[in-house]
């Protein structure tokens, strides 16, 4: 204890050493400050979007006259609304798309409408605290600890320090120890902070404490390994870098390539195009083909009334539906491509700890792939539940009755993504 | 002159008897091959199917039997994004902007099927893209290379002997510089050789390959001055490093990230979303051109009802019903581009702020330049959108003339009631072809090397910055010898 008192005291003495646990508590405090900032803007716009999104659904059904027509216009917002601890990894918030207004039309037709951030900032990416803990940590480790050795024999104190072998487990055990415990204060304190300020659950808190301890862990091990070599700090810190543009950049772009060589998913483009055409195919088809295809997916509507006119909304949103029963194959072999290639990319963790890390961290934030695969399964179950709000009402024949307008279905957000345990390293 | 070749040709022999230095720059050179070919394969791929499903969506909309032409502008069209040649160089937004857009009669749909959403994570690691080598490796292998160039010598004391050789200190440092540019020239050739490869093809994007080019020079160049520079000042080579590796993390990896942290937080861009939401209530006082007897068009048909001398709609001589369908999207389109200009000036300014950073870091001037220069930036994504837009309204509005001219106003207000009246409201299949070919060219090479001036001269300024430090420690190497 008084040996690492001493390591303490000896660390804080050095002004390179200061400078560079400064640098850490503000990268670590700015990169979580961004992330809240962040998070509490899509709050917003997302409180603000909910409550237009009532108010014009209200004006637009105004002037509706039958069913159709009102089903026709009631767009409804479905929403990914930001997860407690996204301000730590924001992960795909600015790729993929959080908010879609849908209606009762083929749901195909619209959910691929994305509306998303701007490009050449997502371009450019972030600096969440995910990516200072991915990223920045290993390089500040090796800062930190790379020329341990080096150091002092460079001063000529080595042989004198390590006269015996317990002498010398007295020596670099309490320094490695200051070094590797302040660098976590500074990088966990603020995070501390800003998860009692976000009122984080402790257990979520505790989990991200983990692996940022655990990445910490992982290279002090791998640069001590080195550090313990009979080389001169400058070649330590040389193949450092390397191994860290490999390990982090480099490894994981090959992956990707990779990947996306081995699973070509289904190109979007065929799924939109195939939908709009059984879509518009329907008008040229006789009715009682459509409907009785229709009937066969949805047989509790086979006993009404039948379509007599040239145009007819039972007819019409009948045909909707066979547009997205068209392409249910394509779409879910997308989305299974999608998956595939996530499923994948977690087996770069096992080579990658930058992947690992932004793995576990956008897992645990509920900003990963599975999580926006999570909100297109929701705007699907929803679009189902807002079909099953007009059916009854089209194809019973029920009178048009404009006060039964405001029982049309409000999309509710689920808390987070399933919980999942974070990702190993 | 001699004495310049002989430091760097004794410069090479000492990389060839360093393994690490041969490791990581043969790993640089093998990366820099890979990259582009698979860079070649991937855009050229990517070009050809989308250029193939723009002809195939053609044919479609050409194939369309007898209808309707309202029939037709609900059917709509699809319009694609096709990478421009140079994206070999320089991917820039390709994977983060949608690949396709539905284009409809009366509403203005999002370019959908981004690549970032069907690539896991690893797609905000980057890109393994020729561009990405230059920016972000390049300068790390360089680093690694040179910053014992000149402390080196100064450590194991070998400096006092070429001073006493008479070697002067500007003939050691180009000596050194002239080699760390050989490496450079070297690991760039394969990007070269791409862009003559493009060229081959596509002879009249020689002006923006030669930009890009030469920021990739003015960029190393100015590398290989800090490096230089930070070396020959330095005391010990453990500093040199330590001090160009961190110049290199705030450069390459930092200082990018929180410019588009700074530019996101500094302008807000509600999204298409809560434009959407916002336009609902501008779009509905405009009325629907499918409801000709909304009050939002009673002015439009008393002007109608006056232009043609007639006192009742029907009589008028041309289908009232088409007419309106025209006026209703040309006040929706108004009003949705109104919209959608904001939303694309509110991410232009948001460019603006994070091009500031280029003044505290190359890398990002180094990127502007390349993606203005082939055509992959946000400037140009913005160009596709607007001339997407364009393309909609104008086949829309061709549809809607012939809904008016080609239709009888009788048959169309009954069609949806009575069989034999719908029948007539059927129009030939050749009338399709009003549909116009899709031109989403680029910006001119002309224009786009003129947009990527502002670059180049930030990156020109960077070099000449690193030049002046060169120059000083070059005086201050002087001062000791």
């Not at chain 1, 483009?269 to 009937?295: C, H, S, Y």
């Not at chain 2, 109608?304 to 309106?324: D, K, T």
Request: aromatic share 8%.
């Amino acid at each position: 204890m008084q040996a690492l008192l001493r390591e303490l005291r000896l660390l804080l003495r050095q002004p390179g050493t200061l400078a560079l646990l400064g640098f850490v508590l503000l990268t670590a405090t700015t990169s979580l400050g961004l992330g809240a900032r962040e998070m509490a803007a899509q709050q917003a716009l997302l409180a603000r979007l909910i409550a237009d999104d009532r108010a014009e659904r209200a004006a637009a059904l105004e002037r509706a006259d039958d069913w159709g027509d009102a089903a026709y216009h009631a767009f409804v917002l479905t929403y990914a609304p930001p997860p407690t601890l996204a301000f730590v990894a924001l992960g795909q918030r600015d790729v993929a798309p959080w908010l879609l207004r849908v209606r009762a039309l083929a749901l195909e037709g619209q959910i691929y409408e994305s509306d998303r951030g701007n490009p050449e900032l997502a371009l450019l990416g972030r600096l969440d605290y995910a990516f200072v803990i991915a990223f920045l940590v290993p390089l500040f480790v090796a800062a930190l600890l790379h020329d341990l050795v080096a150091r002092e024999r460079d001063h000529g104190r080595l042989g004198l320090l390590l006269a015996t072998a317990a002498a010398a487990r007295r020596l670099w055990v309490p320094r490695v120890a200051a070094a590797l415990l302040t660098l976590l204060l500074c990088l966990l304190a603020p995070f501390v902070a800003a998860a009692a300020l976000l009122e984080v659950p402790p257990g979520a808190a505790a989990a991200v404490m983990l692996i940022v301890i655990a990445q910490t862990a992982g290279w002090a091990a791998l640069v001590l390994w080195f550090a313990f070599r009979p080389w001169d700090a400058a070649r330590i810190a040389s193949v450092m870098a390397v191994i860290w543009l490999l390990l982090n950049l480099l490894l994981p772009l090959f992956a990707k390539l990779a990947i996306e060589r081995t699973v070509t998913s289904v190109s979007g483009a065929e799924i939109a195009l195939r939908q709009r055409e059984a879509v518009n195919d329907a008008w040229g088809v006789p009715k009682e083909v459509t409907m009785t295809r229709f009937f066969r997916q949805h047989p509790e509507w086979a006993a009404t009334t039948p379509v007599q006119t040239p145009f007819h909304w039972k007819w019409y949103y009948a045909f909707q539906h066979l547009g997205d029963v068209a392409v249910a194959d394509l779409s879910a072999a997308y989305r299974a491509a999608i998956r595939r290639r996530d499923e994948l990319s977690a087996w770069t963790a096992l080579i990658s700890p930058a992947v690992a890390v932004q793995r576990a961290l956008t897992r645990l934030a509920g900003t990963d792939v599975e999580a926006s695969l999570h909100y297109d399964a929701r705007i699907r179950a929803f679009h189902t539940r807002l079909r099953q709000f007009w059916y009854p009402l089209l194809f019973d024949d029920v009178p048009f009755a404009r006060e039964r307008l405001r029982e049309v279905p409000a999309f509710a957000a689920s808390a987070t993504p399933p919980a999942t345990t974070p990702g190993s390293r | 002159m001699n004495a310049v070749l002989r430091i760097a040709a004794a410069e090479l022999r000492y990389w060839r008897r360093s393994r690490l230095v041969s490791v990581t720059f043969g790993a640089l050179l093998g990366l820099m091959l890979l990259s582009v070919l698979s860079a070649a394969a991937h855009i050229g791929e990517e070009r050809r199917t989308r250029e193939a499903d723009q002809a195939r969506t053609r044919e479609h909309f050409l194939a369309q039997p007898a209808r309707h032409p309202h029939r037709m502008v609900h059917y709509g069209h699809y319009v694609y994004r096709v990478p421009p040649p140079l994206a070999v160089l320089e991917p820039g937004v390709d994977a983060f902007t949608g690949r396709s857009i539905f284009l409809e009669g009366h509403r203005q749909n999002s370019a959908t099927f981004a690549a970032v959403q069907e690539t896991s994570l690893l797609a905000r690691f980057g890109d393994l893209s020729p561009a990405f080598l230059v920016q972000a490796v390049a300068p790390l292998v360089l680093i690694l290379m040179g910053y014992g160039s000149v402390v080196r010598e100064r450590e194991t004391g070998t400096l006092i002997q070429l001073w006493t050789h008479g070697i002067r200190p500007w003939q050691l440092l180009a000596g050194k510089a002239g080699a760390l540019l050989a490496a450079a020239l070297l690991a760039l050739a394969p990007v070269a050789a791409a862009a003559l490869w493009t060229l081959v093809g596509h002879r009249d994007e020689a002006l923006p390959a030669a930009i890009c080019l030469l920021a990739d020079l003015l960029y190393l160049g100015a590398w290989i001055c800090g490096v230089l520079a930070v070396s020959s000042r330095a005391s010990r080579r453990w500093t040199a490093l330590s001090g160009l590796l961190a110049g290199w993390l705030l450069v390459v990896v930092i200082v990018p990230r929180v410019a588009a942290d700074v530019a996101q937080a500094s302008v807000p861009v509600p999204g298409m979303t809560a434009d959407g939401l916002r336009a609902g209530a501008a779009l509905r006082a405009a009325g629907d051109g499918h409801d000709p007897r909304s009050p939002a068009f009673a002015q439009f048909t008393r002007e109608v009802l006056a232009r043609y001398g007639v006192s009742s709609v029907e009589a008028l001589p041309v289908n009232f019903r088409g007419l309106v369908m025209m006026e209703g999207e040309r006040k929706s389109a108004e009003i949705q581009q109104g919209f959608a200009a904001r939303r694309l000036a509110g991410e232009a300014a948001q460019a603006r702020v994070a091009r500031r950073f280029t003044a505290l870091s190359p890398a990002l001037a180094l990127r502007w330049a390349s993606m203005t220069s082939v055509g992959t930036d946000l400037a140009a994504y913005h160009r596709f959108l607007v001339a997407a837009e364009a393309h909609r309204y104008e086949f829309v509005q061709a549809l809607n003339r012939l809904h008016a001219e080609a239709l009888n106003y009788a048959d169309d207000a009954r069609r949806s009631a009575d069989r034999t009246a719908e029948q007539r409201t059927r129009i030939d299949a050749g009338h399709w072809a009003l549909l116009p070919e899709f031109d989403a060219a680029p910006a001119a090479p002309a224009a786009r090397a003129q947009a990527a001036t502002a670059p180049v001269l930030v990156l020109a300024g960077w070099l000449t910055a690193a030049l002046l430090l060169l120059r000083r420690a070059a005086r201050a190497l002087g001062r000791a010898a």
